[in-house]
């Protein structure tokens, strides 16, 4: 069974940093791609960033670019996203996903966290 657990989120002052983790428990981690979305009140859930089995493709939405980071750890089944300069606009519930296959074109997948709060005041 696929299982993925964020963490790092909470209530940071705009301008502000957080990193945002993702431990994923599933077979094979280091073959599948994975991405992290995040979801506003009132809105959809959107691509913030993905990455490929071995970070060696990275895809930012144009909104965060200079901004956060996605990285892995493949020997820790893990994701990050680091999180800087941060705006009021950045609010919203941060979630995980594991792609089909190894390519950042495979996330979204089927899986997803349960998502982690991140709250940016003014």
């Known amino acids: 069974q696929v ?3 964020e963490s ?5 002052q705009a ?9 994923v428990s599933t077979e094979s981690f280091s073959h599948y791609a994975l991405g992290w979305f995040r979801q506003a009140p009132g809105k959809k859930r959107d691509l913030v960033a993905r990455i490929n089995w071995s970070g060696s493709s990275i895809d930012y ?7 956060f980071t996605i990285s892995r750890d493949n020997a820790k089944n893990t994701v990050y996203l ?3 300069s941060l705006s009021p606009e950045d609010t919203a519930v941060y979630y995980c996903n594991r792609g089909t296959s190894s ?9 997803w966290g349960q998502g982690t709060q991140v709250t940016v005041s003014s």
Do not use: I
């Open 82 to 84: 680091q999180m800087s």
């Open 103 to 111: 390519g950042t074109a495979s996330v979204p997948g089927v899986y």
């Open 3 to 5: 299982q993925l657990v």
């Open 15 to 23: 301008g502000g940093s957080l990193r945002l983790s993702c431990t």
């Open 8 to 12: 790092g989120g909470g209530l940071v």
């Open 61 to 67: 939405v144009d909104s965060v670019k200079g901004r």
